[in-house]
């Protein structure tokens, strides 16, 4: 069981870092375009996935680190959540900003 614990979370960690940047790509294509909006939404899509998926990478680390220490579990998946409320208003905003913006 450990080992395919860890192994799934390589993945995922591989998996995020590759949407990651592919959203990273999509966003920089939106400020080098003249129609910012469909770029953004796609980037956006993607960076959503990653959430996602980062949402299940951070409960495996938990399963992973409260086997060990059961307060070191508990940091990482607050931790985690955190960090995705964050990204997901982030997102929201840039998005939002984005559409309402009248050209």
Known sequence: MNNSLLRSIG???IVIGIGI???IVFYWLSFRTLERTPW????????AIGVLLNIM???RLHLY????SPRSG??????GMIGLFIVLVGLTLDLLSAILVVH
């Open 65 to 68: 680190f409260h086997t060990r």
């Open 11 to 13: 993945l995922l960690s």
């Open 21 to 23: 940047f592919i959203g």
């Open 40 to 47: 953004l939404i796609i980037s956006a899509f993607i960076i």
């Open 57 to 59: 990478l951070a409960w």
């Open 74 to 79: 508990q940091f990482v998946l607050q931790t």
